[in-house]
């Protein structure tokens, strides 16, 4: 099997310009495709997860990946799938969060020898000419195509500003440069990203008469319909700062039944035919295939001895063991604590277990949260100092175990 069905097989490919070409393209390694990630944190998430694993197995397939980190759009922010406007940050702000997002693609793509490359679209984008873009590039987009696009369906609805609107044209403009100056014949995008990519191959076309290609990745959904990767606590993060290796493991391991196969099939680079039969596995080997799901992905993001040790701890607790080396851990500081202690609401504020002291009421009155294997029923319960300095392992629903400790 070429890679081109390998990627249909997996449930990877939503739309194609030109099946026929690409197909033949990139069974071939004749892509020298691109993939965009505006820098709007200074950590890449598993909303980009899909995108990295795509350029991975393009790669080892011959083809050779561009990286375009958007120092350049990210001064305008993308509207798809909003409904507020994105917030602006500064240059400053702009240019570390590429700097991290290099660092971390690192992992996945291979840039050694020139078999992937990284630009920045500040570089180009920054230095235009307003007056010769319009003329160059304005001329050639329609306002009435470009409101029926899906990007800006939801921000029409509470208004789209000028500076979003002209987002199409800068990622059509992204691809028309890289194609002239780096030879780049295809697109790869989200499947949100669809006329923004349409928007480029067209520009593309008009502008040199070449062709050029676009595939979208279908999104992670889960059984809902909607977006993998968020938690209570905000998104999922590829950096082990912001989510530690155990509570990306502990995401994994608790998607639902009924999107595990799902993810499994798309995200890890397990052979098509393991993944075939565990397919027919008993219903009763379900924790099994999320094991597999949670420590496959924990490795490819933050290496085996991360990995061997996220199982390990998740293991031991669901197994009584009780062993929290490596679980997450907030240290509080002493103005945190009075002499008695610190009530368990605000305990779980701090912990970000909870978003405000009305929701860690709510967890609490629910029954959800335990603090060394005793649950709490009482809103107004104490941990107590010494228990805090020796460190308290808080439980929150069934899944969710986090360790406060005095410093």
């Known amino acids: 099997m070429q890679i081109y069905e390998e990627l249909q097989a997996r449930g990877l490919i939503a739309q194609v310009t030109d099946e026929a070409e690409i197909r033949d393209l990139i069974n ?14 200074d950590s890449l998430h598993v909303g980009h997860f899909m995108a990295l694993c795509l350029m991975k197995r393009l790669q080892m397939a011959g083809n050779k990946p561009v990286v375009l980190l958007g120092g350049g759009t990210g001064h305008i922010g993308d509207p798809s799938g909003r409904t507020d406007m994105r917030t602006m940050m500064t240059t400053e702000t702009i240019n570390h969060n590429c700097e991290c997002f290099k660092k971390q693609m690192e992992r996945f793509i291979d840039f050694s020898d020139g ?26 987009f329609s306002v009435n195509n470009m409101l029926r696009a899906e990007c800006y369906k939801q921000r029409m609805e509470k208004g789209l500003s000028f500076l979003e609107f002209n987002y199409m044209i800068m990622q059509a403009y992204d691809f028309w440069h890289l194609h002239k100056e780096y030879g780049v014949n295809m697109q790869f995008g989200g499947d949100d ?4 990519m349409l928007a480029g191959t067209e520009l593309i076309r008009r502008k040199m008469g070449d062709d050029a290609y676009a595939m979208t990745i279908t999104l992670l959904l889960n059984s809902e319909g909607k977006k993998m990767g968020k938690t209570v606590g905000g998104a999922v993060w590829l950096d082990p700062d912001k989510t530690s290796p155990f509570e990306f493991y502990q995401y994994w391991r608790n998607v639902s039944d009924a999107d595990v196969m799902k993810c499994i099939r ?45 199982m390990k701890v998740s293991h031991s607790l669901f197994m009584g063991g009780g062993d929290d080396a490596d ?8 103005a945190d604590v009075t002499e008695e202690g610190l009530p368990v609401i605000d305990l779980l504020v701090l912990c970000g277990l909870a978003k405000s002291k009305g929701e860690a009421r709510r967890l609490i009155q629910q029954g959800g949260v335990s603090v060394d294997g005793e649950k709490v029923t009482a809103l107004e319960t104490l ?20 360790k406060a400790i005095l410093k």
Request: proline share 2%.
């Open 28 to 41: 071939k390694g004749g892509a020298k495709f691109y993939i965009g990630f505006d820098p709007t944190a």
């Open 193 to 196: 990203q669809w006329s923004n």
């Open 115 to 140: 078999q992937a490359i990284a630009v920045n679209n500040a570089d180009w984008l920054l230095n235009l000419n307003y007056v010769e873009l319009l003329r160059e590039v304005g001329a050639h």
């Open 266 to 310: 798309m995200l890890t680079f397990r052979s098509l035919e393991e993944i075939e039969e565990m397919e027919h596995w008993d219903d009763s080997r379900i924790n099994e295939k999320k094991e597999i799901l949670a420590y496959d992905l924990t490795e490819l993001v933050h290496g085996k001895e991360e990995a061997d040790k996220a």
């Open 327 to 334: 679980m997450p851990t907030t240290e509080l500081a002493a």
């Open 383 to 402: 941990v107590g100092k010494e228990k805090l300095t020796e460190g308290a392992v808080i439980k929150k629903g069934k899944k969710v175990y986090h």
